[in-house]
């Protein structure tokens, strides 16, 4: 095998390694939460003056966390050289290798604004939505290293209807977050509907938030659904995408168990904990999905138009439009 195959196979190895790292270090991030043991430790970055404080009680989350999180940062770097060893100048790769390391530095110091501030609502919410964009651009740098494809771009429309989906996917995590961090996970314990409305406004508004993220829960799984449910019809659709419209309906109906038995559970920690990662494993769905509707990947987008939207008798040409990435 080829020296440069070798190079290229490894960094997006390591790509996908810090990505599947990433995803843990979201699960220990909501632990350290559903503990109560954000402040733990009262000084940062280091934990009663020691990088290595002795890891008993509620030391072990928070502390841990943060030696879970140095070692994505680390990650992040190795990932860095290896990419720019691997592609050439100007490759995309590059620039998005560049934006990981950056977004990782700026969460680490959104951690430390999290205990110097004393947990502010803000700056807790920003801390987990700043995460999930690092995992979903770890997951657009894999797709931009992976082996080249046969997948084949699906119809405007359909990508737009699953970028779509992908948006309202997050927009819903960031939701649930402000949810988590104001302490507005048990303002309704009643179900389906909170105090008897379905969005009762004028009243307190931990009870309308709580409320909102319930109603977003189910418009976002019907639009997932939907657009799923539209690629696994479509003609055009590539294998990638197919796979992932299967998952994706699944991981919604496990999301909103999850959501309904956190309120059930009076917020038990390993239930609270599988909703967050419910959450980021069904927006790393939804960003493969679109990212395989633009057939992404390292060596060639192949992109073919709508068969409407193309004059007669360029429909064969058509099918071999290969631009190099």
Not at 168 to 177: D, F, R, S, T
Request: charged share 10%.
């Amino acid at each position: 095998m080829a020296r440069g195959a070798v190079t290229s196979s490894l960094h997006h190895r390591a790509i996908v390694l810090t990505a599947g790292t990433t995803f843990l270090l979201l699960l220990v991030g909501g632990v350290v939460h559903a503990t109560d043991s954000g402040l733990a430790c009262p000084d940062w970055p280091q934990c009663f003056g020691s990088f290595f404080p002795p890891m008993v009680g509620k030391v072990f989350f928070e502390h841990g966390h943060r030696l879970f999180a140095t070692g994505v940062g680390f990650l992040t770097i190795v990932q860095l050289v290896l990419v720019y060893r691997g592609r050439r100048a100007g490759h995309p790769a590059r620039g998005l290798a560049v934006a990981a390391l950056f977004l990782v530095v700026f969460q680490g110091v959104l951690g430390g604004m999290t205990v110097k501030m004393q947990l502010p609502d803000a700056v807790s919410t920003a801390h987990l939505a700043t995460s999930m964009v690092f995992f979903s651009l770890l997951i657009l740098l894999a797709f931009r290293t992976r082996p080249a494809t046969q997948d084949v771009a699906l119809s405007t429309g359909l990508r737009r209807a699953i970028g779509a989906a992908t948006v309202l996917v997050y927009l819903q995590i960031v939701l649930g977050a402000l949810v988590r961090h104001t302490d507005s996970g048990l303002a309704c314990t009643t179900l389906p509907l909170c105090g008897g409305s379905v969005l009762p406004l004028g009243l307190d508004w931990r009870l309308v938030l709580h409320a909102a993220h319930r109603l977003g829960a189910i418009a976002t799984g019907v639009v997932v659904i939907g657009a799923s449910l539209a690629a696994l019809s479509a003609a055009d659709a590539n294998r990638t995408v197919r796979r992932l419209a299967l998952v994706a309906p699944g991981l919604v109906v496990v999301q909103i168990a999850l959501g309904v038995m956190s309120v059930l559970s009076a917020l038990e920690v390993v239930t609270v904990t599988a909703h967050l990662g419910g959450g980021a494993l069904l927006l790393a769905t939804m960003v493969s999905m679109f990212l395989g509707a633009r057939a992404v990947d390292g060596e060639a987008v192949v992109r073919t138009p709508a068969r409407d939207d193309l004059p007669i008798g360029s429909i064969d040409a058509a099918a071999d439009d290969t631009v190099r990435a």
